[in-house]
């Protein structure tokens, strides 16, 4: 157990449709990172937040969004999903920037 | 050219057997590397870090980064059917999101 927590598992909505994520870092862990696993394209750096604060971006698209709250959890939200969104999504948390600790992930099928 | 290539097998050895997996990487500005191991519907979990060039060792798991070659490697002694998972090497600059390879997926077979 890496000491992150992800809500929900799994999401089943439809095209179109939004969700949102939501992550607890490990405590003490300012940094938030999200990041998407295709099958074709791995595992991609959507997002970076520290302490409540924006720090890198990846290849997130418009229609996502994310933020850091004051008690240092976080939220992805999609929008306007489509087929291709579905994927495993995982938060990850650090102290160091480089020695990253994943959740277990939310399962996202859009239909 | 991707920043970091992966094969993504699949592996296959004996219970036993030494495994060596490994990266290639384009960017030489990368300072920190990492290794993970991905169980199967579970999420990424830190094996090992290594800043810069050199060795690390943490019992059966040894990881060597050759920067003049750009090209990182894993090494698992002593292999488990335990050990049997998806490896993603990672890499980063100093400001910490990490690039991925896609994986090579290992199976040890008793």
């Known amino acids: 157990d890496s000491g992150v927590t992800q809500t929900p598992k799994h999401l089943i909505t439809a095209t179109g449709q939004r969700v949102t994520l939501r992550c607890s870092p490990r405590s003490g862990d300012l940094s938030v990172y999200w990041y998407q696993q295709s099958l074709d394209q791995g595992l991609q750096f959507l997002i970076q937040y520290y302490n409540g604060e924006e720090r890198a971006k990846g290849n997130i698209l418009e229609r996502f969004s994310a933020q850091q709250f004051p008690d240092l959890h976080s939220e992805l939200n999609l929008s306007s999903l489509e087929l291709g969104d579905s994927a495993l999504y995982f938060c990850?948390?650090?102290?160091?920037?480089?020695?990253?600790?994943f959740g277990p992930g939310t399962r996202l099928t859009v239909l | 050219q991707k920043e970091v290539e992966q094969d993504p097998g699949p592996l296959s050895v004996p219970e036993g057997a030494i495994v060596s997996l490994n990266c290639t990487y384009s960017n030489s500005a990368f300072q920190y590397f990492m290794w993970y191991r991905q169980y199967s519907r579970k999420g990424p979990e830190l094996l090992m870090y290594?800043?810069?060039?050199g060795n690390k060792e943490d019992g059966r798991f040894t990881a060597q980064v050759d920067k003049s070659s750009k090209y990182i490697s894993l090494f698992i002694r002593d292999s488990q059917p335990s050990d049997s998972a998806t490896y993603l090497c990672a890499m980063s600059l100093s400001q910490g999101n990490l690039i991925f390879g896609k994986g090579t997926k290992l199976s040890v077979k008793p």
């Open positions: 990850a948390s650090s102290v160091d920037s480089y020695t990253q600790y």
């Open positions: 290594t800043y810069s060039s």
